[in-house]
């Protein structure tokens, strides 16, 4: 095979193949940014902003700057004030446009908030600044026993609504895999506006000290099992939605990417295996999609996107219930272990 179109579009941004580096600190230096754009990324996901810091460096900053006080009114006039201060706010959007200016790639602002007023004020910021697009990292965990599942798509449905009115560029919403119904949600973003969905944002569980009897953070990173739920649900969607769908979470070699392909996606988004191995790792995933497709005669990313989906493959039940039933019954135990 002469040539393979490895192209595709995500949201309405024509890309030169389906490696999309995700929110990582790889996105806050330009020079890794660099090395990910020549490694093969075809577009970059920056770190998240979040509104959460932004508030708490307003306060921070109204304390130790602008309200400071020694005791004595006379002589507060000579408090010095940092004239090199830069918020965070406007340290993200100039980082923005800098890898605007440095990259050829499109870029996409990843945002996290928690008012609507942040969703919809930080977006149109970072449209102004340069951005090919948003994601909105929407990371909500709720916790109240009398909020209702439509009380909790209602919070994502409303920012989405208010943010599309706003701004101009595509959007993304990043979901979490626990919604009741997802494909009827996925429809209702569908149709207030979104231009893509990446599934699933992986929510980090706290740990325990048992000797210290404290709630520590713990950061775990993927792996390649962590992909099946994405691969799983982008499969059951493709074709019953129109917009475009990301696999995120668990995307580490070749194989986890062709995988996600053969489901319906149409973009892969990498971040553990990156920080692992370096940017260079997407020039080694890029050679191997490119071997798989040439072995089994796909001339591009189009012919080969959602062959196995449950609307195309041999077995659509095998994404149901009837795949938990097989997989208990192939269990066989250890040998010498009695049953």
């Known amino acids: 095979m002469s040539s393979i179109d ?78 090199c201060f830069q918020p965070g706010l406007d340290q993200y959007l100039e980082h923005l446009a800098d890898l605007k200016n440095a990259l050829n790639i499109p870029i996409i602002a990843s945002l996290n908030g928690i008012s609507l007023n942040g969703w919809v004020e930080n977006g149109r910021l970072l449209e102004e600044a340069g951005a090919d697009a948003l994601e909105l990292n929407v990371y909500y965990l709720d916790t109240d026993p009398y909020e209702t599942n439509m009380d909790v798509e209602n919070r994502y449905l409303e920012l989405l609504r208010m943010l599309r009115h706003k701004v101009h560029v595509p959007i993304a919403m990043k979901l979490s895999p626990y919604f009741s119904a997802l494909p009827r949600f996925i429809r209702e973003l569908e149709n207030e506006g979104a231009d893509a ?35 799983r649900w982008i499969a059951i969607l493709y ?24 489901a319906g996606a149409d973009v892969t988004h990498l971040c553990a295996t990156l920080l692992l191995h370096g940017p260079e790792q997407l020039t080694r995933i890029k050679a191997g999609l490119m071997s798989w497709m040439e072995q089994h005669e796909y001339a591009s990313v189009k012919d080969m996107k959602g062959r196995l989906s449950q609307q195309f493959c041999a077995d659509p039940e095998s994404f149901e219930r009837t795949n938990y039933l097989a997989v208990l019954d192939s269990y066989s135990s250890p040998p010498g272990m009695r049953r």
């Open 6 to 83: 490895l192209s595709t579009n995500y949201m309405g941004l024509k890309l030169d193949n389906p490696l999309v580096p995700s929110s990582s600190p790889l996105s806050r230096s330009i020079d890794s940014a660099r090395r990910l754009e020549d490694a093969g990324a075809s577009a970059l996901v920056m770190y998240s902003l979040f509104e959460e810091e932004l508030r708490n460096e307003e306060k921070m900053t109204a304390r130790f700057l602008i309200h400071q006080t020694i005791g004595h009114p006379e002589a507060e006039s000579f408090l010095p004030f940092d004239s």
């Open 197 to 231: 969905v990446a599934l699933f944002n992986r929510f980090y569980q706290p740990d325990m000290d048992i000797d210290t009897l404290q709630i520590i953070p713990q950061l775990h990173l993927s792996t390649s099992a962590d992909a099946l739920l994405a691969m």
């Open 239 to 262: 074709g019953r939605v129109k917009l475009s769908m990301a696999a995120t979470g668990g995307v580490h070699t070749a194989a986890d990417v062709i995988k996600l392909l053969l």
